[in-house]
């Protein structure tokens, strides 16, 4: 696998794999890999000629300083995972590669900002949306991979892509649980030894709240019924628990009136902060 960290040596590299008329594939990330992201990883190996990934931790997304500063780095791993993968190149800029000087642009997601990640993260999605179509820009690549554990990222860039006219496609991979639950994360390295036994409560409730749902229960009770079970453990601040549309990730009212619907939390455990997912149907 080549390591870039300049954009137009990478320029130059993939002006050579476009002539060849090999299809790319493209998987953005932060780094800290896990199963999660290298499940990415193979989904674009086995669909195109050419995989690249990049690892950036992107300042202008952090919204908690200390979020950013404890950011998990450990470059030589991931190389090695993404050799082991198969993985072709890895692009890892640094910040003033990627940020010369202070953005000025910032975006602005319409109504996907005013609820559960955009609602709690103010500004999260701009950076995440500015540094995601600067990474297009770089790459231009066929296609591009995203994970499903952060299903409103997935729905940002959806926005990103058709808005701006990118054409490329994209593509949402399931999520990546370990044995007990928990959705992978470069943040669960963060969790003490006791809240690593706890953190799985996070999903049994995402659960719960399915089997309430397609018992017949209505959206707010099924709210107020896992807000209780989440609270009653004690160990948690929750930030917020939304019965959604899978698409549109509009507030449900009644699931009856929609074709998918997904249940969405995030919460504090200690100083790490815990988002999930599932789909109801
Ligand atoms: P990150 O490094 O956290 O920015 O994540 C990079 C990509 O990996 C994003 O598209 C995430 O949604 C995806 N991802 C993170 N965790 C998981 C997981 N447990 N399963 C599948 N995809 C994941």
Redesign the pocket.
């Known amino acids: 696998m080549e390591v870039f960290r300049e954009i137009s040596a990478l320029r130059r590299k993939l002006k050579e794999i476009r002539k060849k008329d090999m299809e790319i594939g493209f998987v ?4 800290a890999l ?1 199963k ?2 290298l ?2 990883i193979s989904h674009s190996v086995e669909e195109n000629d050419f995989t690249l990934c990049s690892i950036f931790v992107n300042p202008i997304q952090f919204n908690n300083i200390e979020d950013l500063n404890h950011y998990p780095r450990p470059l030589s791993t991931d190389i090695e995972m993404l050799s082991n993968m198969g993985c072709d190149l890895l692009f890892c800029p640094d910040e003033h590669v990627m940020y010369p000087s202070k953005p000025q642009i910032t975006m602005n997601f319409g109504d996907l900002e005013s609820i559960m990640e955009g609602k709690f993260r103010p500004g999260h999605f701009s950076g995440v949306g500015l540094v995601v179509a600067k990474l297009f820009n770089i790459v231009m690549p066929d296609v591009a991979y ?5 299903l409103q ?1 997935f729905a940002v860039i959806q926005t990103l892509v058709k808005e701006l006219n990118f054409g490329i496609r994209l593509t949402c ?5 370990e044995n007990d639950g928990l ?4 943040r669960n390295v963060r969790l003490s030894e006791s809240e690593r036994q706890i953190a799985p409560l996070l999903y049994k409730t995402l659960h719960f709240g399915k089997e309430l749902l397609l018992e017949g229960q209505n959206p707010p009770d099924v709210v107020h019924h896992m807000t209780r079970l989440l609270e009653n453990n004690g160990n948690f601040a929750l930030e917020y628990i939304e019965i959604v549309d899978s698409e549109t990730l509009r507030r449900v009212k009644d699931c009856k009136n929609h074709n998918s619907v997904s249940i969405c939390v995030a919460a504090f455990l200690g100083n790490v902060r815990l988002i999930d997912n599932i789909t109801v149907f």
């Open positions: 953005p990330t932060m780094g896990h999660g992201h499940s990415l995203f994970g499903k554990k952060d990222q991979c399931d999520t990546i649980r959705a992978m994360s470069s």
